[in-house]
């Protein structure tokens, strides 16, 4: 667990305050379509407004690649924004920098917020520019990232700017590490880890440092089709990465080597095609015939999976297991995830999840309330998960130690 300052330890009343969020939500018509990641830093705006600070928020939206794009601006977001904090009014200032920013953040009273302009509006932001973080630093007094779902981004809001202000962590960047913290780093065992998704080129480095780090791993949704290849089987049309059958074979021999048992289909949903209610049966996993897709794990694994909770004290979720927008292809991931989410409900097994297809897997199988934790980020949560160091994370914790 990273050590940085948190909210307990800034003296914030009276201060105008800098807080980068993640407001990055999907929109529609003009309006956000999802606002969990509204909701989910609603709290560490609020603290600090009921605390007397002056709160300036920042935060980017798309990418609009440094210009202003009319569908990329926040404006709709303030509106949404002051919902989440019940009411509680939230300024707008049509720039993140420049006269209009400034005059919106000195006109700030103890405990009234602002939303700033789109920060990738301005080329500084992505390439983490020394000015730019200068001139937003210039805006505030003390600085707070509650944005952990961009921590794996070293732009200037998040890297630059951690090291221009006395910096904190909001209470969202702090739940977000501690429980990623509770699932990798001090886990109760066994641990298991379910990785999921279309494809293991995308996944190779997490799949190392998961079969170093859990008990065992289960490997399901399209990439498993490039194991079960990579070890002889037919997978017929499916999704596969043929080319990668020898990284495959290295994967399941370092796992072997380090006592991480891998856990595979043994059974499938198969198809003629990727179509809604296409013409779909379950086969052994011995029997894809060439003409066939897998796209969904069988009833058979399904049920071994749930089992396997049963065993385990800590879970950690990335990757549907199927192709689960298109049912009946959601059905091995409806009852993995319901047998996940009805273990941690009762207590015996702590679920942590993540990544953006995986959360609306979870939602649709109508169980993410039920897991133990539910991360608001997609790559950040990913590239933690691989091991690697988040320089938004990693710029806290200098400002704690300078
Ligand atoms: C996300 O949604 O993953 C974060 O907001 C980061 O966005 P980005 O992938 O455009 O950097
Ligand atoms: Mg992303």
């Not at 935060?59 to 904090?85: D, F, I, N, Q, T």
């Not at 210039?138 to 981004?153: I, K, Q, S």
């Not at 086969?283 to 089992?307: F, N, W, Y």
Request: glycine share 10%; hydrophobic share 50%; aromatic share 4%.
């Amino acid at each position: 667990m990273p050590e940085f300052r948190t909210l307990d330890d800034l003296d914030v009343r009276g201060k105008r305050v800098l807080v980068r969020v993640d407001l990055n939500v999907p929109m529609k018509d003009g309006k956000p379509s999802d606002t969990t990641r509204i909701d989910r830093v609603a709290p560490t705006i609020d603290e600090l407004a009921r605390k007397g600070a002056r709160v300036i928020v920042l935060s980017h939206l798309g990418r609009p690649k440094g210009k202003p794009v009319a569908e990329y601006s926040l404006a709709p977001l303030a509106p949404a924004l002051e919902k989440s904090l019940g009411g509680r009014k939230v300024a707008f200032a049509r720039d993140c920098v420049g006269p209009e920013a400034s005059a919106v953040a000195a006109k700030l009273q103890d405990g009234q917020v602002a939303l700033l302009e789109n920060l990738r509006f301005e080329p500084g932001e992505e390439a983490n520019d020394a000015k730019f973080a200068k001139a937003l630093a210039a805006l505030g007094e003390l600085y707070v990232d509650d944005a952990f779902a961009c921590a794996h981004r070293a732009h200037a809001s998040v890297e630059a700017l951690a090291r221009l202000l006395p910096a904190a962590a909001g209470r969202l960047m702090a739940a977000e590490l501690s429980h990623l913290a509770a699932a990798l780093e001090r886990p109760e065992r066994p641990l298991s880890a379910l990785v999921g998704g279309a494809k293991v080129s995308t996944k190779l480095a997490l799949l190392g440092n998961l079969v170093a780090k859990v008990d065992s791993l289960i490997i399901g949704g399209g990439m498993a089709n490039t194991f079960l290849a990579a070890l002889g089987y037919q997978v017929g049309k499916s999704l596969c990465e043929h080319d990668l059958a020898e990284t495959a074979r290295a994967v399941l021999a370092s796992a072997a080597a380090r006592k991480c048992a891998i856990l595979l289909p043994t059974d499938a949903v198969v198809a003629a095609g990727l179509e809604a209610g296409s013409a779909a049966h379950v086969v052994d996993i011995k029997a894809v015939s060439a003409g066939e897709m897998i796209l969904d794990i069988g009833p058979r694994t399904a049920a071994a999976l749930a089992q396997h909770f049963e065993g385990c004290r800590t879970l950690v979720w990335n990757g549907p297991l199927g192709a689960f927008e298109t049912p009946p292809f959601d059905a091995g991931t409806n009852v993995v995830a319901r047998a996940a989410a009805a273990l941690s409900k009762a207590g015996k097994l702590l679920s942590i999840a993540g990544g953006g297809d995986t959360v609306a897997a979870l939602h649709h199988a109508g169980v993410a309330q039920d897991f133990s934790y539910v991360s608001t980020a997609g790559g950040a949560f990913l590239e933690w998960l691989e091991g690697k160091e988040l320089p938004g994370v990693a710029a806290l914790e200098a400002a704690a130690k300078a």
